[in-house]
């Protein structure tokens, strides 16, 4: 590599710290509660029997590392699935605002194979340091505060080690997804030609939208409602990763609540008498409350953070008309609350047949124990991950410069 590339290279990387931090945290979420989960079961199984432990006892044991190992293998696919998503969205816009250095390093006679790299690498390090982040939190945090309630409970001797099986497998699966992905959309803008790349996508045409066609509706509609929701309507990419997105961090907030509701309620006298499998159910319920709280911030920060990116012309050129800030912040905010609505929507439900299918699937827990409060309660927090996405982007808006909206894209 020229001296040049490198530079550029370097530029590429300080210039998308925010979303390299974002990307990575949102995998560190995933791989951590993946390792945290998956490393227990095997410690557990690895513990020498001792003979003050009684039959009973071993086969207690035995069904609390059979049902962790269940969820181990359960939720850890729907963390990976909502940070691949978001990481398909940050790597697709970068790869768009990048346009014109494609058609720059592919006059210099640059392959196709040097410029995909910048794409890769920059999805590398997401994944290593996201990787890396997650498993240390899931071994040596999460891990151990689950296996400590098992250990006091039947006073089983602590085992030596570092259990990063689960951890790892699911580390390459998130590795090759998002290099994919950064593969196959640095190639597919690699097919274009320099010229077609030197020029600026042109924006989508506007369309009716299905509420324009009720007269009854829309005639009330104040104009900042009617132009959020067409551009809602008018980029469905966006929409549909930013509700799945938000969907799926509710889902993951609901798995968690619904958990602790039903095993805080459960007047079952065979789960009562099976005290550690309460306990432990109760921290990883805990575990992933935590984490689907985190999750639901990252991701909602990040898809903000973009649609603010692909904004600032527009952005730009409502402060030059006279908006205030606030007025300004509101047109991201609008949109960023009703495509979370949406998220939400099918989020609660989603996860309450989730929730469900969970207790099946480990004979645990029941529906009937989870109460009203849980809907208001995820509801409440989903809430309060977008209102603080908000808060912390609303000073990115307001940096925006006016003369920015000078620049057309003919």
């Not at 998956?38 to 006892?57: F, K, N």
Request: charged share 20%; with cysteine.
């Amino acid at each position: 590599m020229t001296k040049t590339y490198r530079k550029n290279l370097r530029k590429m990387f300080t210039a998308n710290v925010l979303r390299l931090g974002a990307i990575a945290l949102i995998i560190a979420v995933g791989i951590a509660v993946a390792t945290g989960i998956g490393a227990v079961s095997s410690q557990i199984r690895s513990a020498p029997e001792y003979g003050s432990l009684t039959r009973e006892q071993v086969l207690i044991i035995g069904g609390i590392a059979d049902k962790v190992e269940l969820l181990g293998n359960v939720l850890p696919p729907f963390f990976i699935f909502i940070s691949a998503l978001t990481a398909l969205a940050t790597v697709t816009r970068l790869v768009e605002e990048e346009r014109p250095a494609f058609a720059c390093y592919k006059t210099l006679g640059y392959s196709n194979f040097s410029i995909i790299f910048r794409y890769t690498a920059f999805a590398s390090v997401c994944a290593v340091i996201g990787c890396i982040i997650g498993l240390a939190v899931g071994n040596f945090l999460l891990r151990p505060a689950i296996f400590n309630v098992v250990k006091i409970k039947f006073d089983i001797p602590d085992t030596s080690g570092i259990f990063l099986t689960q951890g790892l497998i699911w580390s390459a699966a998130m590795s090759a997804a998002i290099l994919l992905t950064a593969f196959f959309v640095s190639f597919r803008q690699c097919k274009e030609k320099p010229a077609e790349l030197l020029r600026a996508k042109s924006p989508k045409a506007g369309k009716k939208i299905f509420l324009e066609y009720m007269p009854f509706l829309w005639k009330k509609m104040k104009f900042k409602s009617k132009s959020s929701l067409r551009n809602i309507f008018r980029f469905k990419g966006r929409l549909i990763m930013t509700a799945l997105s938000a969907a799926g961090a509710t889902v993951m907030l609901f798995v968690g609540l619904g958990l602790l509701a039903s095993i805080s309620g459960s007047e079952n006298e065979k789960i009562q008498d099976l005290s550690g499998l309460t306990d432990s159910m109760n921290v990883i319920a805990v575990i992933v409350t935590v984490c689907g709280i985190a999750l639901s911030a990252l991701v909602l920060f990040n898809l903000t953070n973009i649609n603010i990116e692909e904004r600032k012309r527009e952005i730009a050129t409502l402060k030059v008309l006279g908006y205030k800030p606030i007025e300004t912040a509101g047109f991201i905010y609008r949109e960023l609350a009703i495509l979370s609505i949406i998220g939400i929507a099918l989020g609660l439900p989603s996860g309450y047949y989730f929730v469900g299918f969970l207790f099946d699937y480990l004979e645990f827990g029941s529906l009937d124990l989870i109460e009203w409060y849980v809907w208001i309660v995820v509801t409440v927090i989903a809430v309060l991950s977008v209102i603080l996405a908000d808060i912390l982007l609303y000073g990115k808006i307001n940096k925006i410069e006016m003369h920015k909206s000078l620049k057309t894209i003919e």
